[in-house]
């Protein structure tokens, strides 16, 4: 069965730095991954995904992700970042056995002026 | 389009009382699902639906029911609630069933169970 791992609970950044939110995953097969965003009191918004292609995925907002097969993770980027970056943030995998989707426990992003 | 819409948005019941949580789509998707959200646990998968009149569970469906009588609307009912259902419940849509389609998600129902 396919997991997902976040290993950080609480990512600190000072705005206008650069910001890395940390997954890795466990699949059978190729992974297909997918990043969400939830600010305070929201459902969750699609960010990116990766399917096939380009390591180097670009969403919303400026963010993206590059996807590491060897590592088998698929990090989340910012160059900059912006206080209302501050919000929690999801890794997801599925495999392509087309089973549903798995989320990972999030990440909270405080991005401070 | 409203996207995908859920009532009530908050709710508060009483150990052993039943109430269905509704979600409605409107964007003729296929794929429904019902996920429970905990502090320090993510989103967990209770139910979804593949089409009309095909549901299957998920992670943790044990005192929920669901059913899909039409594409639009996905309700999910608590049987009995327990305190132990006290989370966070969002209802998600996506165009196809295929493993590369997006989630739509809904705002949310907060549920306190007493």
């Known amino acids: 069965a396919q997991s997902v791992a976040q290993p950080e609970d609480q990512v600190n950044v000072a705005e206008g730095n650069p910001l890395t939110v940390k997954c890795t995953y466990s699949v059978s097969g190729n992974p297909y991954l997918f990043w969400y965003v939830q600010y305070p009191n929201r459902g969750l918004q699609f960010l990116l995904k990766?399917?096939?292609?380009?390591?180097l995925v670009k969403g919303s907002y400026g963010f993206e992700a590059e996807f590491n097969k060897s590592q088998t993770s698929f990090h989340l980027k910012k160059p900059s970042a912006l206080v209302s970056d501050s919000a929690l943030y999801f890794c997801a995998v599925r495999d392509p056995g087309n089973t549903p989707l798995v989320f990972g426990k999030g990440t909270r992003l405080s991005v401070i002026a | 389009n409203a996207g995908v819409t859920q009532t009530p948005k908050f709710q508060v019941l009483k150990t052993g009382q039943s109430m269905t949580l509704q979600c409605a789509q409107d964007?003729?998707?296929?794929?429904m699902s019902w996920y429970r959200q905990d502090p320090g646990m993510g989103l967990r998968l209770i139910h979804y639906?593949?089409?009309?009149?095909?549901?299957d569970q998920g992670e943790v469906p044990n005192g929920y029911n669901v059913s899909r009588s039409t594409t639009e609307d996905f309700p999910l009912r608590l049987l009995s609630a327990a305190p132990s259902q006290t989370s966070v419940y969002f209802c998600?849509?996506?165009?196809?069933?295929?493993?590369?389609?997006?989630?739509?998600f809904g705002p949310g129902t907060r549920l306190t169970v007493l």
């Open positions: 639906s593949v089409g009309a009149g095909i549901t």
């Open positions: 964007m003729n998707h296929e794929y």
């Open positions: 998600a849509s996506s165009l196809r069933t295929g493993v590369t389609d997006t989630q739509y």
């Open positions: 990766y399917i096939t292609g380009d390591n």
